[in-house]
């Protein structure tokens, strides 16, 4: 039977980790993430768990270390955000293209400066590019469902690709919600133990990592890269549908809120999404408007096609990115589901706004004039403003 | 032969998952023995069988076997003439080119 | 654990790094390796590890490894933090009953990844006691890019970032002395040498620093012909001319004690070992003739202080 509890969302990562019992943690603190290194470290010194943690003296060195506990053949994880990403950035790379299968919990935190502790994306927007998957949650349900689904999904043998498991800074990190908890015993089963195929302490083969290749291998090795990301989509849903078929929970690419008959839509990544569910009940209910949302989960491999298809009927789309990446065009997020629009020959007008950068709030209401604006641009085909800050003081 | 199996030709698929080589030593067959412009010979008479030219060698290209000295790997000397320096018996010369 | 030392013997044992890597004719880095490697009994496993470096661009380029044994390169300044992650997952396979096998731990990295741009992955890496060796081929520059200077770049040394010129007379700054700097992290084992006559300074050190439990260090003075200017076939006579200057003393610092392995009986004077390197060709100009005076104060200084250490 499931265990219900109330825990943070790092506290339930950090249930996960417990439950799963992972080989290696090589971590290194830096808020919103801090706790997760901790309660590991708890764990360790009560026996609650035999997992190796290794204090290192910073995130690059926690990757490095754990890129190389992952090639000797240990289950292997850290935690992060922000600049500890950030810092990160050259190991990310390394961990893809190495097919090592690390899992990286991470708490979502603006990059700086200025130096900022609260929730944005621009530290996983900025590693998106990396071979990382990525799956984003609303909620300390989904950090946890999401954690305990990221070594299924790693270690399979069509995928050998780190995963990223993000959730957004104090708003999750932070908040204490009700909490489903797999049984121990389930998650040990689902899980499983980590079986590699080729390490470095395997004694009956001597294993060499991390050649310098020439240009004569270095595309067709990005080649096989691409393939990984590509098998992932299939692999994510295998493992979703397993999941639910252990807890009743259902995960896909995306979840679609209301989105079935909606004429106007928001894209969004993260917690926001549960602001923008109340926006579309108060909408529907009192005007019975057709609005609706599209909550990414998986932003890595990127479902441009599923998205596509989603977003079919509508007839305007406001698309929210909660990071800059300074094209002066919009957000990461809207120039990629822009793009998937534009090949399934979408007629949606899509616009693009920027909200919540270090931890800005956004409310009810900001979603209710999100749909406002929609609902005029629905009806101009006109678009004024098409990248918007939400919530930006202004003269 | 890994060049066999994996070599400038190797279409994308067949390249190992993260570049990785699963055999010990394949560098054996890549003859470096090319490069050379100098080569180290090796009077067996006056060798003395010390083996001080054994440790110097950059490319493990003085092979010893039983405690003795075997000929060079003229597959793999580079021609760098150290242990032509360090012989204190004047039993390797150096030779103009390959 | 100190066996006599039995050269025949040692030469004879299997060879762990194959030719056919790329290095460049007469690379000291290389014999360096191979001298540490050597070490290893025979029979015991072994993960290498490597910071970038000519050493890693050279030894593997894909598909050719010229490792016997598994070997992990991961980039430039995480050598340290890389083979504390292997020798990490070694420590809880094996509680875990998943190996049983034993494995050593060694990696290697130049100046540049050492001294420098890995200084703080390898600090870590030490001051967490893993069981490993971290070894340096210390060629004093950033060869693998063409001689730039480093820490370990000796003073006055004519470089590509230091050059020598009209009115420059090459690095400005003395070198790091990053062997003390391992031993004040209170390490077990920490050992400075080079390539000597028979190599026994440098095989017994390989051997205690592999074979100590827990974190050890060895620095080595690896020769880099290319960028000190030298005649490839010199290695030797460059090595002999730095420790016989006392400009490389060879030294250990065992769990705390610090004591020289050798004294030359004639202290040479500093020029024996400048002269023969194009790098510091300027000093040997009738104007800068004091700055070989100097040289020698740094090198006397810290000889005398090295002494001192030693309870000379």
């Known amino acids: 039977m499931a265990v219900r509890e109330r825990l943070s969302g790092n506290e339930a990562v950090s249930y996960a980790i417990r439950q799963i019992n992972p080989d290696v943690m090589p971590a290194f603190p830096i808020t919103p993430s801090t706790e997760i290194p901790q309660y590991v470290a708890n764990y360790i010194a009560n026996g609650e768990i035999d997992t190796e943690f290794i204090p290192v003296e910073s995130e690059h060195s926690s990757m490095s270390a754990a890129v190389g506990a992952s090639a000797a053949g240990a289950r292997t994880l850290t935690a992060t955000s922000s600049c500890g990403l950030a810092l990160m950035w050259e190991e990310l790379y390394v961990a893809a293209s190495n097919r090592l299968p690390v899992v990286l919990a991470l708490v979502n935190r603006a990059l700086s400066g200025p130096i900022n502790i609260n929730a944005d994306h621009s530290d996983s927007m900025g590693a998106r590019d990396s071979g990382w998957i990525q799956i984003y949650a609303e909620s300390n349900q989904e950090a946890y469902d999401n954690f305990l689904q990221a070594y299924p999904i790693a270690e399979h043998k069509d995928v050998m690709l780190p995963v990223m498991i993000c959730q957004d800074g104090f708003i999750t990190s932070h908040g204490v919600e009700n909490i489903l908890l797999v049984e121990d015993a389930l998650v040990k089963e689902f899980v499983g133990e980590r079986k590699p195929e080729h390490y470095l302490l395997n004694p009956d083969e001597t294993l060499a990592v991390g050649p310098y290749a020439v240009s004569n291998y270095y595309m067709e090795t990005k080649r096989g890269q691409r393939q990984a990301m590509i098998n992932a989509r299939r692999v994510i849903l295998e493992v979703a549908q397993r999941f639910r078929a252990m807890t009743g929970r259902e995960y896909g690419f995306f979840e679609s809120y209301c989105l079935e008959d909606a004429e106007l839509a928001v894209v969004i990544i993260g917690s926001a999404a549960g602001t923008c569910k109340a926006a579309i009940d108060r909408i529907r209910n009192t005007t019975g408007k057709k609005v609706g949302l599209l909550k990414i989960r998986v932003f890595r491999p990127f479902p441009e096609e599923e998205i596509a298809a989603a977003l079919a009927r509508v007839k305007a789309v406001a698309i929210l990115d909660r990071s800059e990446m300074f094209s002066a065009t919009g957000g990461p997020l809207g120039a990629e589901v822009r793009a998937a629009l534009y090949q399934a020959k979408s007629r949606a007008e899509a616009v693009n706004y920027l909200y919540g950068l270090g931890g800005r709030d956004i409310t009810v209401e900001d979603f209710c004039q999100v749909y406002e604006k929609l609902e005029k641009i629905a009806a101009e085909h006109r678009i004024t403003d098409m990248y918007e800050y939400i919530g930006l003081r202004s003269r | 032969m890994i060049s066999e199996k994996i070599n400038e030709s190797t279409p994308w698929q067949d390249i190992t998952e993260g570049n990785k080589i699963f055999q010990a030593a394949t560098s054996r067959e890549f003859c470096t023995g090319e490069w050379r412009t100098a080569t180290p010979v090796w009077n067996q008479e006056k060798c003395k069988q010390c083996l001080l030219c054994t440790p110097v060698c950059p490319d493990s290209s003085i092979p010893v076997k039983d405690k003795l000295r075997t000929e060079f790997d003229y597959d793999h000397c580079k021609g760098c003439g150290i242990c032509a320096k360090v012989c204190p018996f004047g039993a390797i010369t150096m030779r103009e080119g390959k | ?312």
Request: proline share 4%; charged share 25%.
């Open chain 3, 1 to 312: 654990m100190e066996a006599a030392y039995n050269f025949k013997e040692i030469m004879n044992k299997p060879e762990r790094l194959a030719p056919g890597h790329r290095m460049c004719a007469g690379c000291g880095g290389t014999i360096a390796v191979r001298g540490v490697l050597r070490a290893l009994h025979e029979g015991d496993r072994a993960v290498i590890g490597n910071a970038t470096g000519c050493l890693e661009v050279s030894s593997f380029m894909y598909p050719y490894t010229a490792y016997e044994d598994s070997y992990i390169h991961n980039a430039f300044e995480n050598a340290g933090a890389t083979l504390s992650g292997v020798e990490t997952a070694y420590r809880v396979l094996k509680k875990r009953g998943k190996l049983q096998e034993d494995y050593k731990f060694i990696t290697f990295g130049g100046d540049g990844g050492t001294y420098d741009i890995g200084f703080q992955s390898l600090s870590g890496a030490m001051e967490r006691g893993h069981d490993m060796v971290y070894v340096c081929y210390d060629n004093g520059a950033y060869m693998n890019t063409g001689t730039q200077r480093s820490s370990a770049t000796p003073r006055f040394a004519d470089t590509t970032t230091t050059p020598a010129g009209k009115v420059s007379n090459g690095k400005v700054q003395v070198r790091k002395d990053l062997a003390a700097i391992m031993a004040e992290h209170h390490i077990p084992y920490v050992g400075q040498t080079t390539f000597t006559a028979n190599f026994k300074d440098l095989h017994t050190k390989a051997e205690k620093a592999i074979y100590t439990p827990g974190a050890a260090f060895l620095n080595i003075l690896s020769p880099c012909p290319r960028g000190w200017g030298y005649e490839p076939s010199e290695l030797m006579n460059i090595c002999r001319t730095a420790v016989d200057t006392c400009y490389w003393p060879l030294y250990e610092v065992e769990d705390g004690k610090w004591s020289l392995s050798y004294e030359p009986k004639t202290k040479l004077p500093i020029e024996e070992f400048l002269r023969s390197q194009r790098r510091f060709r300027h000093l040997f100009k009738p104007e800068n003739e004091y700055l070989i005076g100097e040289f020698q104060k740094e090198v006397d200084k810290r000889w005398e202080e090295l002494r001192t250490r030693c309870g000379g």
